[in-house]
Nanobody
Framework: QVKLMESGGGSVQPGGSLRLSCIISGYTATTYYMGWFRQAPGKEREGVASIWTGNAKAYYANSVQGRFTISLDDATNTLYLQMNSLKPEDTAMYYC??????????????????????WGQGTQVTVSS
């Protein structure tokens, strides 16, 4: 059974940084997509960043490009999201997710919550002064 567990959320002032972690276990695939998604109250869940483990190609939403970095540590099966220059509009519940079935995704597909079947429980990020 695949399990994903996020950590690292918290409260930070605008301009600050946080690093989210997601430990994944219970899988056997060697190449797959993993992503970070977020959902603010009253809004739909949206893709933030995703990565194809085959060649570490990363995809970013325009709203976080240049501020957030997604990375994967194969040795510890941990997905990271380094978030810098945080803004109040980054406030949301952040989820990590995995897709072991899709062979190839376009950039739009890689950032869409649809197609990701395994999800963590989420970690809250609040950016406020």
């Amino acid at each position: 059974q695949v399990k994903l567990m996020e950590s690292g959320g918290g409260s930070v002032q605008p301009g600050g940084s946080l690093r989210l972690s997601c430990i994944i276990s219970g899988y056997t695939a060697t190449t797959y997509y993993m992503g970070w998604f977020r959902q603010a109250p009253g809004k739909e869940r949206e893709g933030v960043a995703s990565i194809w483990t085959g060649n570490a190609k990363a995809y970013y939403a325009n709203s976080v490009q240049g501020r957030f970095t997604i990375s994967l540590d194969d040795a510890t099966n941990t997905l990271y999201l380094q978030m810098n220059s945080l803004k109040p509009e980054d406030t949301a519940m952040y989820y990590c997710a995995a897709d072991f079935l899709s062979p190839i995704k376009t950039a739009q597909q890689a950032l869409s919550p649809h197609g990701y079947d395994d999800w963590g429980q989420g970690t809250q990020v609040t950016v406020s002064s």
